[in-house]
């Protein structure tokens, strides 16, 4: 569960969505301590389409923050 790490500060929760369905999250994202974004799964854990990896990359990059795409590196390392 998400809860403990929203709790304690290490992790937040955000959602991408389309601005013309905004009742509607497209991915839950994961985003840690270091500003990166770790986790974006879409409904039933599905991964992100090539479309929504693209548009996570301007959101992240909007707002200062690490998409992580390679689990081989620490997010730190990778650019966003």
């Keep these: 569960s998400y809860a403990k790490y929203v709790i304690d ?3 937040r929760i955000c ?3 389309k601005a013309e369905s905004p009742d509607k999250s ?3 994202l994961t985003v840690n301590q270091d500003d990166c974004c770790t986790t974006y799964l879409g409904f039933d854990n599905r991964d992100a389409a ?3 990896v693209f548009a996570l990359r ?3 990059k909007a707002r200062g923050l690490t998409l992580w795409e ?3 590196r620490p997010c730190r390392s990778s650019t966003g």
Excluded: I, K, Y
């Design 9 to 11: 500060g290490s992790m």
């Design 15 to 17: 959602f991408l969505r």
């Design 26 to 28: 497209l991915l839950t």
């Design 50 to 52: 090539a479309e929504e």
């Design 58 to 60: 301007e959101w992240t």
């Design 70 to 72: 390679n689990t081989d």
